[in-house]
RNA sequence: GCGGGGGUGGCAGAGCCUGGCCAAAUGCGACGGGCUUAGGACCCGCUUCCAUUAGUGGAUGCGAGAGUUCAAAUCUCUCCCCCCGCACCA
């Protein structure tokens, strides 16, 4: 079958006949949304997955009766389009390389230095990409997120944000750029790395006899009352400086202003070596201790303030260095200070010693042993240290650090610094190293407010989320939510309302956007000015009338009062598909942000979250370079087995897998189908019998599994009942002579209508075989007919294929054991009264009730051989199952299959009754497992 | 560390909520056989171990261990391991 020219056929059919393109009627409306696909790459197979079950749904409702809207838009906002335009500017080569990956022309990529030509690039070649996908996406109302008449919704969303309070302003830390000066993020640093910023506290060590500090820095202020001494480089310049938010004088070293002057305004009025601050002493702010000033061997004047505290018991590098020390006579009286224990070392050993014996470390060894150390030490006392400091007894590491913090910054001996948490230096893409800058009056939105999280949970709590397993996410996503930032100084988007200077950021500004769909393309020729909140108010949440609105906003009467219309008709009933990673970003602000904006009957239905696709069993990655450009995939294994594979391949949380071998396996499948369907009319014509009723059977039952699965999107179950089953019954029907074209030609007909939606164009191009002249996808999805599933006409059929094995070993041993090859197989049975007794006693679990009965009801059957039958079925009483089957109904099973058991063996076949059998073996015929006699 | 999801036969993957028909669906692979000039496709068989010359019986078994139960892959507890996320980044 040549997919391609298929596929052709019915794009081509599909566009002319529009079928997808949804307008407001009479039906009841569903409506659903696939996340954006970003608009700064082409798509390769893994796109199709989240993308691809939203279509599937949209197909299936469709065929369930919905008039279904399944819109697309793109996303273009943020830095990652400005990012790649830098790229190509610069001319990258990863990044060409990349883009030749996808063979995208030279001239193309010339071009790419203007972040708009990028996003307008890349939405063609996506749409496009989804077209020959056969998405029945409603393509008029597409948008791309930086349109001018989207801000305007947008800005209008903030209005409202802001109306309800949970737009605030504060302190926030983010990775900087001092080249640059900019905010840099992941797509801003060499190698994609995520800038981590660490909350470190910076305490204050009084130097005796003067009026300034030293200030150090350190992860670990609980061990302060194990402070021995303080630690300078003694190569290094101090600077003494004066800085904001905290009172008095600190030497830090001058190294550290360049950075830390991100998060403090630092004015230098002296200054001090590192030889000239040995010697002198502190207090240690808690205790009193007095503290000498000593020379550290691994102080860096680079990190933090170049000062470190020294903790022996604790550290490693502290106790490495104060050992040093001591060798060379310069810390005599020095000794560590234990202040926690983890319970895993023996009695007055010191900690860091251990540690630094369980990573083979001594003072003297080099820094990455000692940096072993440590991590181990970390480790172990974070997770199961308790303090034994004074004040501090009893408390975990994590408790008492905060306990101390808190201290500490109340009273003023302490500030909070960020840093850097990644291992090495960041460096932006410019080449210049990432500091940590504290941005004053950065706005968030209060994602923590108490109230706003009610109402969120709320929602939540009402809506369906596919998998349901996946909902234990969204619960936690919900609770951990709290601020976050909503603005950028750079990026495409929309200018925030209140300070113009700034751009939303990207998450923020695509949290309600769905609703955008509904009016996208009536005002789309609309001049965006006119598009005032007073138009989204009354459009999305009902406010005013239409009349007043279009007077004020000049907008024509008709648009705004359609516009209104058409949100009200799509806004209900709706879907939102997504991948996992988005559950505790952009899915939890859209629960939030439909909770606080909309009404509640507007508020999210459903959420669909789907795994993503892995290629021969790896993520697919770029610098893996296995990513397979879709439309390469198309054009190698066509449209429809590559749905098949993606979408349907797995259930929907976890991953699908993609290889050559899964999508011949669904093509070989497919193709016999095709067959079939092609051979459909050549079959014979008649009265039905047993296989007919069977295949019919399976097809009722199949409609019932398939719509449940359907109902929940269990994907895979679906297209396995679809797929995979129904080709076993369509060879098992014809291999026992089944031939009725009729029959055939109703079951595949049905089920070409289920697969639909994950398979469109193999899906009409069946139906039209088997003589149909409308779009399968306009056909109503089919219903099963109850009456039509049989259990006696199935387990009839499992009995036969059950006793045509046992028959065949038989046999088989037979000719092992030189007795000749079979000639005869008599099929005995069991009699009526074995029956009546399997029926007692499975439910009584009774041997003497069931001889009774059997006694009053077969006079003639000795008692004897009735108690021994009964007591080998009580042996099995855990098996014991009344089969659907009755004594008449078991003989004809095998009466109606005995031509089919004598072809497919070669032998003769009777069928008797054990009590009209005179064969040896017919007393040990029992229901389900009839006695079987191998004549020679 | 915190939060979420997992650990099933050579592999992938169902079953687990609602315990028993589960030596465990299905697909792939391996192996044996048929068909074929041959390969592919297709068809049949087989794929934990032991025993078995009539279709069978038994043991072990679903990350490890313990428990509940007449009965556990399935329920409870403890432990180990893997994946993903931890924010202002799309």
Redesign the pocket.
């Known amino acids: 079958m040549e997919y391609k020219e298929i596929e052709d056929r019915w794009q081509r059919e599909w566009d002319e006949a529009r079928l997808f393109e949804s307008n407001v009627d009479s039906r009841p409306s569903y409506f659903v949304t696939a996340a954006f696909p970003?608009a700064?790459a082409p798509q390769h197979i893994g796109h199709l997955r989240t993308f691809g079950t939203a279509d599937v749904l949209a197909r299936y409702k469709r065929m369930r009766g919905f008039n279904v809207l399944f819109p697309m838009g793109f996303?273009?906002?943020?830095?990652?389009v400005l990012a790649f335009a830098k790229r190509i500017k610069s001319r990258d080569e990863d990044l060409v390389k990349e883009l030749k990956l996808f063979s995208i022309p030279d001239e193309e990529i010339a071009k790419m230095t203007d972040p708009t030509y990028i996003a307008n690039y890349f939405v063609k070649e996506i749409e496009r990409g989804m077209h020959l996908a056969g998405f029945s996406i409603d393509w008029r109302r597409k948008f791309v997120s930086i349109d001018p008449f989207f801000s305007k919704m947008i800005e209008w969303q903030f209005g409202k944000l802001n109306d309800k309070g949970f737009l605030i302003r504060g302190k926030?830390?983010?990775?900087w750029c001092p080249n640059e000066n900019n905010?840099?993020?992941?797509?801003d640093t060499k190698h994609d790395v995520?800038?981590?910023?660490e909350k470190e506290v910076a305490i204050r060590f009084r130097i005796k006899g003067e009026d300034s500090y030293l200030l150090c820095v350190t992860l670990r202020p609980e061990t302060i009352h194990g402070v021995t001494n303080l630690f300078v480089n003694e190569n290094a310049k101090y600077a003494l400086c004066s800085m904001e938010g905290a009172k008095g004088k600190y030497y830090i070293a001058k190294e550290s202003i360049p950075s830390l002057k991100y998060q403090f305004s630092i004015v230098a009025s002296g200054e001090a070596s590192g030889s000239e601050l040995i010697g002198k002493s502190c207090a240690n702010p808690i205790t009193g201790a007095e503290l000498p000033v000593l020379p550290g061997f691994f102080v860096n004047e680079g990190i933090g303030t170049g000062v470190v505290m020294s903790v022996p018991a604790h550290a490693p590098f502290d106790y490495a260095a104060v050992e040093r020390l001591k060798a060379e006579g310069k810390a005599d009286n020095i000794e560590p200070i234990i202040v926690l224990e983890t319970g895993e070392l023996e009695e007055g050993e010191i900690p860091a010693l251990a540690y630094m014996r369980k990573a083979g470390a001594e003072p003297g060894s080099d820094e990455k042993l000692l940096e072993i150390a440590t991590k181990l030490q970390y480790?172990a006392e974070?997770?199961k240290g308790r303090m034994i400091a004074d004040g501090l007894k009893g408390l975990t590491e994590?408790e008492a650090r905060e306990k101390i913090k808190g201290m500490l910054l109340g009273s003023g001996d302490a500030l909070e610094v960020y840093a850097l948490a990644n291992e090495g230096n960041v460096m932006c893409r410019c080449g210049t190293g990432v500091v940590v800058k504290v941005v004053d009056n950065q706005w968030?939105l209060n994602?923590g407010d108490a109230k706003w999280k009610e109402t969120a949970k709320d929602a939540l709590g009402n809506m369906n989320i596919l998998p349901e397993?996946?909902r234990?996410?969204f619960?936690?996503?919900l609770e951990?939510?709290?601020?976050?930032?909503?603005?950028?100084a750079q990026?495409l988007g929309t200018k925030f309302p209140f300070e113009k200077q700034y751009i939303i950021?990207?998450?923020s500004d695509s949290t309600v956007y769905m609703a955008f769909y509904t009016i996208s393309h009536i005002i789309r020729e609309v001049d965006p000015e006119r598009l005032t909140p007073a138009f989204f108010s009354f459009v999305f949440l009902g406010e005013g009338n239409a009349g007043d609105v279009a007077k004020e906003t000049g907008i024509d009467f008709d648009k705004v009062r359609k516009s209104r219309e058409s949100f009200e008709y799509w806004y209900n009933e709706t879907s939102r598909h997504s991948g996992?990673?988005?559950?505790?970003?952009?899915l939890t602000m859209y629960i939030f942000n439909h909770a606080a904006i909309f009404e509640r009957k507007r508020w999210p239905k459903q959420i669909v979250v789907n795994g993503s696709v892995l290629c021969e069993?790896e993520?697919m990655s770029k610098s893996l370079g296995n990513i397979i450009p879709l439309a390469d995939a198309f054009a190698k294994y066509g449209v429809d087995p590559l749905r098949f594979v993606v979408i349907a391949g797995?259930?929907l949380?976890?991953?699908s897998?993609f290889n050559d071998?899964?999508v011949n396996?669904v093509r070989?499948r497919f193709e016999y189908l095709h067959n079939a369907s092609r051979n459909a009319d050549g079959l014979g014509m008649g009265e039905l019998n047993r296989m007919d009723y069977w295949l019919y059977s399976k097809l009722n039952r199949k409609i019932d599994g398939i719509t449940a699965s359907m109902e929940k999107l269990e994907l895979?179950?679906a297209s396995?009942q679809l797929l995979?089953?129904t080709v076993?019954e369509l060879?098992r029907y014809f291999?026992k002579g089944g031939n009725n074209s009729m029959v055939v030609k109703d079951y595949l007909s049905k089920v070409i209508l289920m697969m639909q939606p994950i398979a469109p164009h193999v899906s009409e191009e069946l139906w039209h075989m088997l003589g149909n002249n409308s779009f399968a996808s306009a056909e109503s999805w089919p219903s099963a007919d109850k009456e039509m599933i049989s259990e006696v006409i199935e387990e009839g059929e499992e009995l036969v294929e059950?006793?045509v094995?046992?028959?065949?070993?038989?046999m088989e041993?037979?000719g092992?054991?030189?007795r000749g090859s079979a000639r005869e197989i008599r099929?005995i049975t069991a009699g009526a009264w074995k029956h009546d007794a399997l029926g007692i006693i499975s439910e009584t679990k009774d041997i003497g009730k069931t001889v009774a009965g059997i006694r009053d009801k077969y006079p003639s059957i000795s008692s004897d051989i009735v108690s021994k039958y009964a007591a080998v079925l009580m042996r099995?009483t855990?098996?014991l199952?009344k089969g659907a089957l009755g004594y008449e109904e078991e003989y004809e099973a095998f009466l109606d299959s005995s031509e089919y058991i004598a072809k497919l063996l070669g032998v003769k076949v009777r069928i008797e009754k054990e009590e009209d059998s005179d064969s040896q073996?017919a007393s040990?015929?029992s229901p389900m497992?009839?006695?079987?006699?191998?004549?020679s």
């Open positions: 970003y700064n996303h273009a906002t943020g830095t990652p926030h830390a983010v990775g905010a840099v993020g992941m797509h995520e800038p981590e910023i480790k974070s997770h994590p968030f994602y397993k996946s234990n996410a619960e936690s996503a951990w939510i709290n601020l976050r930032a909503v603005v950028r990026g950021e990207s998450l996992p990673d988005l559950i505790f970003n952009h069993g993520k797995a259930e949380f976890s991953d897998e071998e899964a396996g070989e895979r179950d396995t995979y089953n076993l060879k291999a059950r006793a094995l046992d028959a065949k070993q038989v041993l037979m092992r054991k030189g099929i099995k855990n098996e199952r073996r040990r015929a497992k009839p006695s079987i006699d191998v004549l």
